[in-house]
T-cell receptor
Framework: ETGVTQTPRHLVMGMTNKKSLKCEQHLGHNAMYWYKQSAKKPLELMFV???????ENNSVPSRFSPECPNSSHLFLHLHTLQPEDSALYLC?????????????FGSGTRLTVV | GENVEQHPSTLSVQEGDSAVIKCTYSDSASNYFPWYKQELGKGPQLIID?????GEKKDQRIAVTLNKTAKHFSLHITETQPEDSAVYFCAASIGGNEKLTFGTGTRLTIIP
């Protein structure tokens, strides 16, 4: 385990469902990130939270809604997704200041939209 | 914004031989360059990184070189072993910025 835990590991959902992905870290980090990993594409940064405030939203559709209730937990709420949203969703955390300060990934949630 | 290109997309080498993966970046302000290894069913894990004030860094069988003038950096793995088989990602970021821009990945296969 890396210290960043993501649940569930696998998720299959219909296009009309609402589900949430969860990320938890106890590394003392105060920045958390959501990435989307699709086949043959670079990892796409979706959201960045630093000190529990959202500092970046990379033009992500509103059907993805992040929530960061505290520095240890990050959620990604999903609703009315499309089949092209099927991907591996990775959470990462770091100390404030960015990737050079202990950037750690979770194992991801494999999402399939049917 | 920053753009990172990575080559090759797939690489197969005989066990014991060396493997080299190359990346180029576009933003001359980038000054931090990590490499990640992703094994099947896991998230990427940092294996080595280099900062722009250093030209080369080595950690056992893994080394990274950086050429700031040409804006490219490379990962070198020597004496490859079966457990080196994985997907490797390069990335670049600007100091103090949370954003990390990744390459498209290289699937490395070590042939026993």
């Amino acid at each position: 385990e890396t210290g960043v835990t993501q649940t569930p590991r696998h998720l299959v959902m219909g296009m009309t469902n609402k589900k949430s992905l969860k990320c938890e870290q106890h590394l003392g980090h105060n920045a958390m990130y959501w990435y989307k990993q699709s086949a043959k594409k670079p990892l796409e940064l979706m959201f960045v939270y630093s000190l529990e405030e959202r500092v970046e939203n990379n033009s992500v559709p509103s059907r993805f809604s992040p929530e960061c209730p505290n520095s240890s937990h990050l959620f990604l709420h999903l609703h009315t997704l499309q089949p092209e949203d099927s991907a591996l969703y990775l959470c990462a955390s770091s100390k404030e200041g960015g990737p050079r300060y202990g950037y750690t990934f979770g194992s991801g949630t494999r999402l399939t939209v049917v | 914004g920053e753009n990172v290109e990575q080559h090759p997309s797939t690489l197969s080498v005989q066990e014991g031989d060396s493997a080299v993966i190359k990346c180029t970046y576009s933003d001359s302000a980038s000054n931090y360059f990590p490499w990640y290894k992703q094994e099947l069913g896991k998230g990427p894990q940092l294996i080595i990184d280099i900062r722009s004030n250093v030209g080369e860094k080595k950690d056992q069988r893994i080394a990274v070189t950086l050429n700031k003038t040409a804006k490219h950096f490379s990962l070198h793995i020597t004496e490859t072993q079966p457990e080196d088989s994985a997907v490797y990602f390069c990335a670049a970021s600007i100091g103090g910025n949370e954003k990390l821009t990744f390459g498209t990945g290289t699937r490395l296969t070590i042939i026993p």
